[in-house]
Nanobody, 125 residues
């Protein structure tokens, strides 16, 4: 019943920007933490950013602080990740994930209950 659908991925040059969106259905946003993970080739899935609806708290992994901004559109049931100053190291499949938690933003994939299909982000010259 729960469905997360990512969009907005693509190819961009270093220094460019992309905006990823996650359309959420089948769950009550107030009951979930929403986060973005990414997984590069041969890499483990890595926490990127997450937000608690109820707590109003947002967390970012160190490598994206100051460049990425996570926002939550409550009315449209959409979570977005604005990605600026992109680097080749940001190349990965980006996943939207939902955790059944109202406050704690989990940093591990195992913390999350629902996942989107992923969207590819490629940063290259």
């Amino acid at each position: 019943q729960v469905q997360l659908v990512e969009s907005g991925g693509g190819s961009v040059r270093p220094g460019g920007s992309l905006r990823l969106s996650c359309a959420v259905s089948g769950l009550t946003l107030r009951d979930y933490v929403m986060s973005w993970f990414r997984q590069g080739p041969g890499k483990d899935r890595e926490f990127v950013a997450g937000v608690s609806w109820a707590g109003g708290t947002t967390y970012y992994t160190d490598s994206v602080k100051g460049r990425f901004t996570l926002s939550r559109d409550k009315d449209e049931n959409t979570v977005s990740l604005q990605m600026n100053s992109l680097k080749p190291e940001d190349t990965a499949v980006y996943y939207c994930a939902a955790q059944r938690s109202i406050l704690r933003v989990g940093g591990r994939p195992s913390d999350y209950d629902h996942w989107g299909q992923g969207t590819q982000v490629t940063v290259s010259s």
